[in-house]
């Protein structure tokens, strides 16, 4: 006989293994790109057998490498980057971190329902002091109410998102969800922007603002990267009863479903719901992965063409992919470009290392091309510079590329680029189809001096709030060579 306890139990168990979006067909092998190999290394971190390491989040400290998993354990992994690492349990039992903060001699995590902090005192190797910084936001039992981060923004303030509920609320509707919050030092907790779906990455930018990954699905049109800021509201109608409440700093945007019923475009969304704000970058669904995750900056150029540029993980499509931004007209847009397939499953986390970017990974329940179930890996530059399309930015009516060397020119310019654009919905559907699509015939084609760069110039203007693929796969360098990745999907919403 199975005690009420247990049946409690396996029924949690079973809802934990539920997929986070609706079911796909059964996924192929994540396989490489053709020239992923040559510029970019995958190295296995060796694990014993009895860490199970499905990744909730990465710091590092030294060359000790912390881990947090779904599981509710923290492991100590020293000598990380070596050829022989030593793992640690350093601390278990905690509720499914799902980020881990490196800061002022404490690791910081988000569980379910509360922000801790928690060190090691005794220098024994295991974790003995756990303090509550935060908690009070609701649960209502729902198994998917994740809570992702912290990340720490320059006030001293410490940043969490907070996963929507899928499914059945079994204790009611809980308040906040869909929202990111913020911690002050005092340990009172605020909730910063509202219409968040799930919120699975958030980090703060070397200038210190903070952006988050959101992922497709209803009343969010396809992956997306988005600036975080004070009284913002992000699309998502779920948690808007919370504006009313006295801890938030967002105004009610009004009744949203309503408004938007039969779906609305992008750019009437922007204009006539208050505090409505469009993302920096969308994610095109299926062609750049399924579950945007965690995400990076390289400022220290260890992936040396990219400098400066955001390296974000996919949980499906188990790779990493890039991203460049500019502000235009105080907001920022930007593109979105491939990196590096074929990672063992699907890429939760990502932290740099000395030499490398270190990634995270789980596989369980969120299905992932990589068939791995979990696992550590990370991404290592080969030296070897290829010739590839580095940033796309805005003009006042087209584009300028950078590329990492010269173009070879040739008779038809304008033919070796080809030009879509297309917009979204914002509706209660899940995801949304490009809408709108439109082919853009290049008018005009100016390269650099240095050869370098090539602005493309198109009659008329580009309308704003609407994604431009740019496939430049048939340019051709000095040397012959094709670009390692030919292909970016460009957000424009405003021009220069």
């Known amino acids: 006989m199975v005690s009420a306890s247990r049946t409690a139990w396996l029924a949690f ?28 290394e995958v190295v296995d971190v060796p694990l014993p057998d009895d860490a199970v390491l499905e990744v909730g989040g990465l710091a590092l400290r030294g060359d000790d490498l912390f881990v947090c998993t779904r599981r509710g354990e923290i492991w100590r992994i020293e000598h990380a980057s070596g050829d022989a690492p030593r793992f640690t349990l350093w601390a278990e ?31 024994d190797g295991r974790m003995d002091e756990l303090q509550t910084v935060a908690s009070g936001w609701p649960l209502s039992g729902n198994y998917h109410e994740y809570c992702f981060g912290p990340t720490r923004t320059p006030d001293g303030r410490f ?33 910063e922007c509202a219409g968040l779906r799930s919120p699975c990455g958030i980090a703060t930018a070397p200038w ?24 913002e509201f992000l699309g998502h109608p779920w948690g808007i009863a919370s504006c009313k409440l006295e801890r938030s700093k967002v105004a009610y945007p009004g009744d949203v479903e309503a408004l938007a019923k039969d779906g609305m475009r992008l750019a009437a969304a922007a204009r006539t719901i208050p505090g409505f704000t469009l993302p920096a970058v969308w994610i095109p669904y299926d062609e750049l992965g399924r579950s945007a995750a965690g995400f990076v900056w390289d400022t220290e150029g260890r992936f040396p ?39 063992r499953c699907g890429v939760t986390r990502v932290l740099w290392g000395s030499d490398a970017l270190w990634c995270g990974m789980t596989n369980r329940g969120w299905g992932s091309l990589g068939q791995a179930e979990y696992g550590l890996q990370r991404l290592r530059w080969r030296g070897e510079v290829p010739f590839d399309l580095v940033e796309v930015t805005a003009t006042h009516n087209g584009f300028r590329l950078r590329f990492t060397s010269p173009v070879a020119p040739i008779g038809a310019l304008p033919d070796a680029f080809a030009v879509a654009s297309w917009t979204y ?22 390269i650099g001096s240095d050869g370098t760069t090539v602005d493309l110039e198109f009659d008329g203007d580009l309308e704003p709030c609407r994604v431009y693929a740019i496939d430049c796969s048939a340019v051709r360098d000095a040397d012959a060579r094709q670009p390692w990745h030919g292909k970016s999907w460009y957000t424009r919403n405003a021009a220069p």
């Not at 934990?16 to 396989?31: G, H, N, Y």
């Not at 996963?163 to 969800?177: I, L, M, Q, V, Y």
């Not at 903070?210 to 988005?226: I, L």
């Open 305 to 343: 063409p990219y400098r400066g540029q955001v390296f974000c993980g996919d949980q499906y499509s188990s790779e990493v992919f890039r991203m460049s931004l500019e502000k235009v007209q105080g907001r920022w847009q930007g593109a979105c470009y491939p990196f590096r397939k074929g990672l």
């Open 208 to 231: 210190g603002e903070v952006f988050y990954t959101d992922n497709q699905g209803e009343w969010c049109a396809t992956n997306k990267f988005a600036p975080l800021h004070r009284g």
């Open 425 to 446: 919905d914002l509706h209660e559907e899940y995801g949304c189809k490009p809408l709108d699509r439109r082919t853009h015939a290049v008018r005009g084609v100016g």
């Open 159 to 191: 940043w969490l998102t907070l996963n929507k509920p899928f499914g059945d609320e079994p204790f009611g509707k809980a308040d906040f969800r869909g929202w990111a919050i913020s911690v002050g030092p005092d340990g009172e907790w605020v909730g």
């Open 13 to 40: 168990g079973a809802a934990a293994l539920v997929a986070q979006e609706p079911a796909s067909p059964a996924p192929a092998r994540a396989e490489p790109a053709a020239l992923d190999d040559r510029y970019v």
């Open 93 to 123: 039992g905690l509720q499914e971190p799902l980020g881990l903060l490196d800061h002022d001699g404490w690791l910081y995590c988000c569980q379910r329902g509360e922000l801790s902090r928690l060190r090691d005192r005794d220098g």
